[in-house]
Nanobody
Framework: QVQLVESGGGLVQAGGSLRLSCAASGRTLSSYAVGWFRQAPGKEREFVAAINWSGGITYYGTSVKGRFTISRDNAKNTVYLQMNSLRPEDTAVYYC????????????????WGEGTQVTVSS
């Protein structure tokens, strides 16, 4: 079993940047695909980005493509989400999740989830 902890959230002005981290413990993260999802109040959980175990395959949600970049450092057991050109509509709790089977955009494919980190973008 793997435990995930997100960090790096906070308050930023529109147009600014943040880098989220997803650190794993318990097992090596290199065995897992990792995804980032977000959920805003009153809205459904939304796929943001995903990366396969090696970092060679990445996927992005339509609303973040070109602005966000997912990457991983398996030596540090950590996955990152670099968020640039942030908009007020990016405000949400961001979750990372790990999948032992596949990389993709469906939340149901992910077995382990972190507790989330709040990102707030002011206009």
């Amino acid at each position: 079993q793997v435990q995930l902890v997100e960090s790096g959230g906070g308050l930023v002005q529109a147009g600014g940047s943040l880098r989220l981290s997803c650190a794993a413990s318990g097992r090596t993260l290199s065995s897992y695909a990792v995804g980032w999802f977000r959920q805003a109040p009153g809205k459904e959980r939304e796929f943001v980005a995903a990366i396969n175990w090696s970092g060679g395959i990445t996927y992005y949600g339509t609303s973040v493509k070109g602005r966000f970049t997912i990457s991983r450092d398996n030596a540090k057991n950590t996955v990152y989400l670099q968020m640039n050109s942030l908009r007020p509509e990016d405000t949400a709790v961001y979750y990372c999740a790990a999948s032992a089977l596949r990389v993709g955009a469906r939340a149901r494919d992910y077995d382990y989830w972190g507790e989330g980190t709040q990102v707030t973008v002011s206009s």
